[in-house]
């Protein structure tokens, strides 16, 4: 039986994160709560938060793939660490400065939420920013994390799991007020994730992707589908056992059924879309929080309302968003440019 060696380069990376980021606003924009009209479609299915809840799959997959590309980095120190941070934190400090003049001219301002926000310990003004202090923790434990666990990678990736699962457990049974403490929520936050980041670490120092072979049949394409949707039904019924968090386990199967997918057939348009909104994903995710967040909903919700049917909202939303991220990359490229010669002189 001929069988087909699974590929995971930049492109299947750039596609993962395509399906991530789609996932996170169908997310979001299944939120009643969060919009300035009330929508027919949250009205006559009460239960529809609940189905689109499945896509907070999204930040499992996010989580993964921040510990499998750690893995390919090629110097893991501080040095890199703190160029990546300041790779996520220029897109997202210019969006929030985008919203400060609202947030500034209704009174809501304040100096030390600000300075909080600005590293995503406080999220009051973008919603959607609490990953952004995860990343900085990971960056900065990941160079100590990543080299014992290269020591002995099973054994090292199991003991920082359960460190990370005790420690988030502690936080929820011994400090109850916890999440009235940004730093104590964060950190919780942080805990929580860090079981997935590790395990997409382990998955790339072990070629666990790149080295299953599977049978070039036509059946493989409704198994991966099968898989994606089992995964999804899984997670409606069971998102955590005990306060662990169960996509540990869904995010790798589901990357899997991508890998799957997109190896054994071309799909060259949906690759090609795929791919750009995996490449402006973290503009996407920062910009669709202006959206929802109830600092600037007011001023900037109304662009994305459209209409009162929730799909052609979500559909609209995903375009704006990744129209508006086009046009920050530019922005911030050469803020980068003008930063890199200002402290080159």
């Known amino acids: 039986m001929e069988t087909l060696k699974l590929t995971f380069g930049k492109d299947k990376t750039a596609i993962i994160k395509g399906f991530a ?80 003049p609202i947030i500034i ?73 916890y999440t009235e403490n940004d730093w104590l929520q964060r950190l919780f936050d942080s805990f929580l994730m860090t079981p997935i980041m590790l395990i997409g670490y382990l998955f790339a120092r072990k070629k666990i992707f790149t080295s299953i072979s599977i049978p070039d049949r036509w059946y493989m394409l409704p198994v991966a589908m099968l898989l994606i949707a089992l995964i999804f039904v899984a997670r409606y019924c069971k998102g955590s056992i005990l306060g662990f968090h169960l996509d540990f386990i869904y995010a790798p199967i589901f990357i899997l059924s991508i890998l799957i997918i997109f190896s054994m057939y071309n799909l060259h348009y949906v690759s090609c879309i795929m791919q750009l909104l995996g490449k402006y994903s973290v503009y996407m995710w920062f910009i669709h929080a202006l959206f929802f967040t109830g600092a600037t909903r007011d001023v900037f919700q109304p662009v994305i309302l459209i209409s009162d049917n929730l799909f052609i909202i979500t559909t609209w939303t995903i375009v704006v968003t990744f129209m508006v991220g086009v046009v920050m990359s530019h922005i911030v490229e050469f803020v980068q440019q003008r930063l890199t010669s200002l402290f080159s002189k």
Not at 27 to 38: A, N, T, V
Request: proline share 3%; aromatic share 18%; charged share 10%.
């Open 105 to 177: 001219s209704r009174g809501d301002f304040n100096l030390k939420t600000f300075l909080l926000n600005l590293i995503g310990v406080n999220s009051v003004y973008n919603y959607f920013s609490w990953f952004v202090a995860f990343y900085i923790y990971a960056m900065i434990i990941m160079p100590l994390v990543s080299h014992i666990i290269d020591k002995r990678m099973y054994v090292g990736t199991s003991l920082f799991i359960c460190i990370a699962y005790v420690s988030e457990v502690a936080i929820h049974q011994f400090i109850p007020n």
């Open 21 to 100: 980021i789609l996932f996170m606003i169908i997310l979001h924009c299944g939120r009643p709560e969060w919009y300035l009209i009330e929508l027919p479609a949250f009205v006559r299915h009460h239960n529809l938060q609940n189905i689109t809840d499945v896509f907070k799959i999204c930040v499992g997959i996010f989580a993964f793939m921040v510990g499998y590309g750690y893995a390919y980095s090629k110097n893991k120190d501080l040095k890199y660490s703190f160029l990546h941070i300041k790779r996520l934190l220029i897109p997202f400090w210019i969006i929030l400065l985008i919203a400060l």
